[in-house]
């Protein structure tokens, strides 16, 4: 790297910004992650996470967490299949034989991987970043909401969705999908709703129609993820005077939206385990290009949030933080190896931003469930 090490911060303490302070870690790069959780105890958001081979496990690869990894993995359900509002099969797709393997991890499993890879002290918990001043010549200081400040060479924005890293380079903000995803959960479906997870089957089953869904896919555990989707208002809840909080109003609010739906499909939300947490579907502009401003960079959901229906965030996000640290590794000038990555990075992200937009689209097109055939490339039943 450059003559004087810099001092590099990465603001946030998810998939990606953890990946990127291990690899600069183990290239001999120091670096400081701020976490806005109070501590490690904290556990993520979200459940299960399905790393592909050429994304999330490639960094881990880069990370030397590979093997580490695979002990925490276990094989992901392959089976897709998509019916209509009245269960009848539409298409079913089950991989061929010697196909791409594919490997999910529970959220927490990976995290507590790679925090425990870190230098003791790479993580100041409890920082939650407030704004950054520009000092010249591409240092800012750190402002956080506790009043501690610090001075850095190359700031890291690794902090989701509503980064307060991401206004220093772009006006850009998420902007509302149209479609809402509630998620609950069905706990040991196999002995205790076994007709529910036969309609889950080995992996994913998607019922469509109308601009709706009732999505099951196979967690890790013997778990069933639910997921009631629908276009309409994010403030769906409020407009139907209804909190979160109260599960019976919801679920009872859910079941009349999806009124005239197989009962078999019905079940999903009445036998489900707690409660429903609300989950409206946000997306960066695709493509999503900065003005290239020294000593600031986004990686993850910061430079690149589209919706999960496509899946891989996370991977695409660890991808990231591995080659921008590589980067910096390797480079003479860590500015120009910024450049780099920044350019390699948009190209990528922009590609499955496109993919993911299309794929929701399709799923909740007018012509659902005939046009969500094009989702899957498989064959009819």
Known sequence: MHPTTPRIAIIGAGPGGLTCA??????????????????????????TLELQMTTGRTALRAAGLYEEFTALARPAGQEVRLLDHTATVLLQDAPAPGG????????AGLRRLLLASLTAGTV???????????????RHKAEFDDGHTETFDLVIGADGAWSRVRPMLTDDTPHYSGVTFVETGISDADSRHPDLARLAGDGSVL?????????????????????AAFRGSQDWALEAGVTMADTEAVRAVLLDGFAGWDDRLLALLRDNDGGFVNRPLFALPVPHPWPHTPGLTLLGDAAHLMTPFAGGGAGLAMLDGCELARALAEAGDPDAAVRAYESAMLRRATQA??????????????????GALRLLPARRP
């Open 207 to 227: 019922a469509l129609s109308a601009g709706k869904g009732l999505i099951a896919r196979r967690h890790g555990h013997g778990r069933l993820l639910v997921y």
């Open 353 to 370: 931003a496109e993919h993911a937009a299309r794929a929701l689209a399709q799923a909740f097109a007018p012509d659902v469930p005939d």
């Open 22 to 47: 291990r690899v600069l870690q183990r290239s001999g790069v120091p670096v400081t992650v701020f976490a806005h959780e109070s501590s490690v105890a904290v556990d993520p958001q979200g459940g």
């Open 100 to 107: 791409p393997d594919r490997t999910e991890v529970d959220r």
């Open 124 to 138: 100041h918990w409890d920082r939650y970043l407030r704004t950054l001043h520009p000092l010249g010549d591409g």
